[in-house]
């Protein structure tokens, strides 16, 4: 069965630190990736995401994702994080034989202390 | 435009008990997701409808879990009777199109405790 694996569930950094989230999934065959954020008291929204193509993907507020196909990863990364980018990030996967069944990760929450 | 509504936002009931949660999509959009998310897990998806037709419903525990999209538009999503495992948020999400993908769009959820 697909799954999506979240490295970490909880990061606690300063703000400048860098920022790196791992996710990696398990399915064979060809997939679309997907990161998602929820800020406190907020919906879940779109961060980015890969279809094909480069596989280093830019998406809102400075954040970039890379998908690397022979470790099934799609790491997120932002190279100086802000007090304001407090939220839970949620990697997701659709595989393309299935029409748009999203299997998320469990998430990780994210602190960012001024 | 606006965004994905929800009701209520929060709901406690006791076991056994029923409960229903209201979702209306965005305008336009044909595709209608309801999630539920455990505390400390990514959304999990129970069913999903293509206007106001069942699309996948693998997910859904059939047994207590029911949902409907009448007329393509609002739909509901029902529990009956209610476990204390089913205490969680549950996730509305819209899309538009009829593709593979296009970009799903969450309500604020529905939070429901089971007692």
């Known amino acids: 069965a697909q799954s999506v694996s979240q490295h970490n569930h909880h990061v606690i950094l300063s703000e400048a630190a860098s920022l790196e989230l791992g996710c990696n999934y398990s399915?064979?065959?060809?997939?679309?990736l997907f990161w998602y954020v929820q800020y406190p008291g907020q919906h879940l929204q779109l961060l980015l995401k890969?279809?094909?193509?480069?596989?280093l993907v830019k998406g809102i507020k400075g954040f970039e994702a890379e998908f690397i196909k022979s470790k099934f990863s799609f790491n997120l990364r932002k190279p100086s994080v802000q007090w304001s980018d407090t939220a839970e990030y949620f990697c997701a996967v659709i595989s393309t034989d299935s029409w748009g069944k999203l299997q998320f990760g469990a998430g990780t929450q994210v602190v960012v202390t001024p | 435009e606006a965004g994905v509504a929800q009701s209520p936002r929060y709901k406690i009931i006791e076991k056994r008990q029923s409960v229903a949660f209201w979702c209306n999509p965005i305008?336009?959009?044909?595709?209608l997701y309801w999630y539920q998310q455990i505390l400390g897990q990514g959304p999990k998806l129970l069913i999903q409808f293509q206007n106001n037709g069942v699309v996948d419903d693998s997910q859904l525990p059939k047994d207590r879990f029911s949902a409907e999209r009448l007329k393509g538009v609002d739909s509901t999503l029902k529990i009956q009777p209610a476990k204390l495992e089913d205490s969680a948020v549950y996730l509305c999400?819209?899309?538009?199109?009829?593709?593979?993908?296009?970009?799903?769009?969450f309500g604020p959820g529905t939070r429901l405790t089971v007692l």
């Open positions: 890969y279809f094909s193509g480069d596989p």
């Open positions: 999400a819209s899309s538009s199109g009829t593709t593979r993908y296009n970009e799903q769009f």
């Open positions: 399915y064979g065959g060809t997939v679309n």
């Open positions: 305008s336009g959009h044909a595709t």
